[in-house]
């Protein structure tokens, strides 16, 4: 038995050190869950963009906990049912070194996590968010700590159905499992968040455009009659830029009166009322639109700088 042991050392090491990463991207994406459902549903109008929710995070986590929870306790079954048969020895170096490995590294991520919870609290969070989170660093830490310091530390082995280490295993999955539902039941789905890439689109365009005309203003001292001047004078616009990229037509153009205009597409989705970002890069009231074709009147600022602007060229006589 002790040859065949040592025989398979190499195999057991592999099985710790992948249960390791795996552990790693699954504890950190369980929280990152947490947290992205503590920010959507407590929000700071004074939280900076790292204390804001963050669908991008959410999606990653998500991703993470799908391929990594799988292999964490695919690894995890087979380490214990080895343990149980009495290929891998209890008293094993592989088994001592690496477990000890495991507790000193997710100790040290854990840690970090702690400090970084601490520190945005210190940096102004709620008090209701930060003991949350707090809470969540503190119970997932707990959970791989006692886990792993409870299997290191026990006698008998071989042959032993331990029930301590089938609470741990089970709980723990179904903890898992659930807070990735959660994370499902709060992230859009990949067709909302390609309406939303696609009516960003639209709003970088308006910007460059509403810079645009500013610039055409305050050189000429008057609306331009249509967008094509602004492609033909010393704009950097493009005639891509005067059009929706998925469906090719052109925004229209309104003249409202002397300084007042309107951009008008075809939004897919509203962003009224998106206060947490929702995935809004251009996010600001002056783009605030309804779902639908929607005109957004805008007025020239006579204080605009010319920064679209080209050089005007110089002849040399």
């Not at 391929?67 to 292999?71: D, E, G, L, V, Y």
């Not at 660093?137 to 830490?141: E, G, H, K, L, Q």
């Given at each position: 038995m002790e040859q065949e042991q040592k025989n398979n050392a190499a195999k057991f090491a592999f099985f710790y050190m992948l249960s390791?990463?795996?552990?790693?991207?699954?504890?950190?994406?369980?929280g990152i869950i947490v947290f992205q459902i503590i920010n959507k549903n407590i929000i700071d109008v004074l939280e900076t963009f790292r204390g804001r929710y963050e669908s991008g995070a959410l999606k990653f986590a998500i991703s993470a906990i799908i391929?990594?929870?799988?292999?964490y306790y695919c690894l995890v079954a087979q380490i214990n049912k080895n343990l149980f048969k009495g290929f891998l020895g209890k008293d094993s170096g592989v088994r001592k070194w690496l477990t000890y490995l495991i507790l000193f590294i997710s100790s040290l991520v854990m840690t970090g996590w702690l400090i970084a919870t601490i520190y945005s609290f210190l940096d102004g969070e709620l008090t209701t968010k930060f003991i949350l989170k707090a809470l969540t660093?503190?119970?997932?830490?707990a959970i791989i700590f006692t886990y792993y310091f409870y299997d290191i530390k026990r006698e008998n082995v071989v042959g032993v159905k331990d029930n301590i280490i089938r609470i741990y295993f089970y709980g723990s999955l179904v903890l898992?499992?659930?807070?990735?539902?959660?994370?499902?039941?709060?992230?859009?789905?990949?067709?909302?968040?390609?309406?939303?890439?696609?009516?960003?689109n639209i709003i970088e365009k308006f910007s460059k455009i509403d810079n645009a005309i500013n610039s055409h203003y305050n050189q000429k001292e008057k609306l331009p009659d249509n967008l094509d001047i602004l492609i033909s004078g010393l704009t950097y616009l493009r005639t891509e830029?005067?059009?929706?990229?998925?469906?090719?037509?052109?925004?229209?153009?309104?003249?409202v009166d002397e300084k007042t205009y309107e951009l008008c597409a075809t939004f897919l989705i509203s962003n009224k009322d998106k206060e947490d970002g929702y995935g809004y890069m251009y996010y600001d009231k002056t783009w605030e639109h309804d779902e639908g074709y929607q005109c957004l009147?805008?007025?020239?600022r006579a204080d605009n700088v010319n920064i679209n602007l080209r050089p005007e060229p110089i002849y040399i006589k």
């Open positions: 390791l990463a795996a552990l790693i991207f699954m504890a950190l994406s369980s391929i990594s929870a799988p292999i660093a503190i119970i997932i830490s898992v499992i659930a807070i990735l539902i959660s994370a499902f039941v709060f992230v859009e789905s990949p067709t909302q968040t390609r309406n939303i890439k696609h009516d960003n830029d005067l059009e929706d990229s998925v469906t090719k037509k052109k925004f229209d153009y309104k003249i009147k805008q007025e020239t």
